[in-house]
């Protein structure tokens, strides 16, 4: 049951005697009936309740990438990153936007996965987000967005920088959206004799410059 979309249920009903611990403020909201909520109770009773589906919904990559998480704010992200969002009854337009998910997230598997700007200030030894941002705009560094979450494909990164052949490869085809460009960048060219342009990037500046030309077709 999906409480938070029902605000004319009383949650005593579901969750009596929440109202009788007055004292710990700390942990009591007041709902839109004027009702004490012990907030963490239903928040962990959510959470338990939801798991089995949660982890039903993931696709396999996107658990992996949770099970692999470092602290807890890395496995929020990555469950939600991993869980699809489609706020449609249509049935046509859901199988779109999931097959779009899907492919979305397949791009970011190949491109060896995806860090969040604070994970990419750190590694790049930035002080601010905000230089992060700016090296997006000033097309040195790939970002992509996927339903407002902002992600930065790992295999552009050498170390604690960044590829210098991405900046060329951005200024190569100023037009052309991101996940187009990651979509070239992961899986290649027929004119590129099968080598993908994420590995290219790491060689000499001939095969750098392959990619870069190649890149330039994207406008066309």
């Given at each position: ?8 249920l ?73 869980i ?47 230089a ?33 052949g ?52 994207l406008?066309?």
């Amino acid at each position: 049951m999906r409480l938070e979309r029902s605000p004319s249920l009383k949650w005593a009903q579901f969750y009596p005697g929440v109202d009788n611990g007055l004292n710990r403020n700390d942990r009591l909201v007041r709902s839109a009936n004027s009702r004490f909520i012990d907030a963490d109770r239903v928040l962990h009773d959510r959470i338990v309740a939801s798991t089995d589906r949660i982890i039903k919904m993931m696709p396999a990559a996107a658990k992996a990438a949770a099970i692999s998480s470092i602290d807890v704010p890395s496995l929020v992200f990555h469950l939600a990153l991993g869980i699809p969002s489609v706020e449609t009854d249509d049935p046509e337009t859901a199988e779109r936007i999931t097959n779009a998910i899907a492919f979305k997230r397949r791009l970011i598997d190949a491109a060896g996965g995806a860090l969040t700007a604070e994970k990419v200030r750190a590694l790049l030894g930035h002080k601010t987000i905000q230089a992060v941002y700016k090296a997006v705009k000033d097309r040195r560094l790939l970002m992509v967005e996927d339903n407002g979450t902002k992600l930065f494909p790992v295999f552009q990164f050498d170390g604690n920088a960044i590829l210098s052949g991405i900046s060329k490869v951005l200024n190569a085809a100023p037009q052309t959206t991101r996940w187009a460009i990651l979509q070239y960048l992961v899986g290649g060219d027929e004119g590129l004799d099968g080598m993908r342009p994420i590995e290219l990037l790491k060689g000499s500046e001939v095969e750098v410059e392959r990619v870069v030309r190649f890149a330039r077709t994207l406008e066309d």
